[in-house]
T-cell receptor
C-alpha cells in the first residue's frame, strides 16, 4: 500500500500558484520524496524530488517540512497544460509505490 | 541520453490468450526495471521490479510473470489472459545504485481483454 496521503482533487485558476500537499508521516530517514505527474493517456513523468532541503527546478518547487512528515509541491504559475494527476511518493532503492494521487484541474 | 521503448502500444486480446509485452532501455547499464499496471480510472499498481538479470521481485500474486533475459530488456507475460488483466501497462527504469531512484516511464501499452 502507498505510504503517502494526498487530497483526491484540487482546482486552480490559470496563472495562479498551486500548492499540492502530501503527508508521509512514516517516512524513514533515508527515503526521498518524489513527485510525478500523469497527463491523460500518458505515462507518469518526473517532476521533482528531495530529501531534506527545499528544491527548485524549471517545473516546480518542493517544500519539505522540517520533520519531513509532509511536503508541498508548488507550481508557481499554473497553466492549462499542468492539469494532470500528481503523485507524491516516498522511497529510495527498489520499489516505489504510487498512491491515488491528486487530480489537479486548472480553470482558464 | 537514455531512452525507454515499450511495445506494442495497443493490443486487443481474447480471454485465455497469451500475452507478451516488451520493454527495452538504451543508453545505460544495469538499470532497475519496473512493470506497473493502471486499470481504468485507477492509480498505478506495481507488478514487478528487477535490479539485475534474473532478479525479479513480484509485488502482486496474479497470472502474470516477468523476465529479464538481458540487462536492458524486461518482458511481461501471461499464459492465459483474464478480463481483469485489461489496463494500461507501464514500464519504467531508474539508475542503478541511485539513492533517489528517479523513475523514467515508457509510453505505455494499452491492453484490452475481451
Amino acid at each position: 500500500d502507498a505510504k503517502t496521503t494526498q487530497p483526491n482533487s484540487m482546482e486552480s485558476n490559470e496563472e495562479e500558484p498551486v500548492h499540492l500537499p502530501c503527508n508521509h508521516s512514516t517516512i524513514s530517514g533515508t527515503d526521498y520524496i518524489h513527485w510525478y505527474r500523469q497527463l491523460p493517456s500518458q505515462g507518469p513523468e518526473y517532476v521533482i524530488h528531495g530529501l531534506t532541503s527545499n528544491v527548485n527546478n524549471r517545473m516546480a518547487s518542493l517544500a519539505i517540512a522540517e520533520d519531513r512528515k509532509s511536503s508541498t509541491l508548488i507550481l508557481h504559475r499554473a497553466t492549462l497544460r499542468d492539469a494532470a494527476v500528481y503523485y507524491c511518493i516516498e522511497g529510495n532503492t527498489g520499489k516505489l509505490i504510487f498512491g491515488q494521487g491528486t487530480t489537479l484541474q486548472v480553470k482558464p | 541520453s537514455q531512452t525507454i521503448h515499450q511495445w506494442p502500444a495497443t493490443l486487443v486480446q481474447p480471454v485465455g490468450s497469451p500475452l507478451s509485452l516488451e520493454c527495452t532501455v538504451e543508453g545505460t547499464s544495469n538499470p532497475n526495471l519496473y512493470w506497473y499496471r493502471q486499470a481504468a480510472g485507477r492509480g498505478l499498481q506495481l507488478l514487478f521490479y528487477s535490479v539485475g538479470i534474473g532478479q525479479i521481485s513480484s509485488e502482486v500474486p496474479q497470472n502474470l510473470s516477468a523476465s529479464r533475459p538481458q540487462d536492458r530488456q524486461f518482458i511481461l507475460s501471461s499464459k492465459k489472459l483474464l478480463l481483469s488483466d485489461s489496463g494500461f501497462y507501464l514500464c519504467a527504469w531508474s539508475p542503478p545504485h541511485s539513492g533517489a531512484n528517479v523513475l523514467t516511464f515508457g509510453a505505455g501499452s494499452r491492453l484490452t481483454v475481451l
